[in-house]
């Protein structure tokens, strides 16, 4: 599929709001509401779309401790990756990225304290046999948080 100005119109709308009605989408891509709905249908078949979802504010949750943690895995064989990977997929792991340099994996980590971050480092890298280091950061300010790729 190859996207047209009325699709890049579309995604940049619906990632800043994926419940926009269909009539005020048409309204500002200039198309008709059946339209906008048809290559909503086609973006998300194509996989343009992967999933509608609400952002959630972590501190009304309680998930008050934003952490960065970078882990340098100590076996790279592709089985043992992949099982780093699978652990490194809980719900307090916000972000995991497999990333080049000096570490393996960068994570992001939502933590309602200290506490429950020691008890997932335990866990996750101290008790790890593949994990040969890893290194934490604690963000003081979220300054920009988004989830728009266009």
């Not at 269909?22 to 078949?45: D, N, P, Y």
């Not at 000096?102 to 309602?112: G, R, T």
Request: glycine content about 2%; hydrophobic content about 45%; proline content about 3%.
């Amino acid at each position: 599929m190859i996207l047209d100005n009325f699709d890049q119109n579309l995604l940049e709308l619906l990632q800043k709001d994926c419940q926009t009605p269909l009539r005020e989408l048409a309204e500002t891509v200039h198309l008709s509401t059946a339209s906008v709905q048809r290559r909503i249908q086609k973006l998300k078949s194509n996989g343009f779309i992967q999933a509608n979802v609400a952002v959630l504010d972590p501190d009304k949750l309680g998930q008050v401790i934003t952490l960065l943690v970078e882990v340098q895995a100590d076996k790279t064989h592709t089985a043992d990756l992949e099982l780093l990977k699978a652990q490194f997929s809980g719900p307090e792991i916000q972000q995991c990225y497999y990333v080049t340099g000096e570490a393996d994996f960068m994570l992001i980590l939502l933590v309602p304290s200290m506490r429950r971050f020691q008890e997932l480092s335990d866990t996750l890298f101290h008790h790890n046999p593949n994990v040969k280091w890893f290194r934490t950061m604690v963000v003081l300010e979220r300054v920009k948080t988004s989830l728009e790729v266009i």
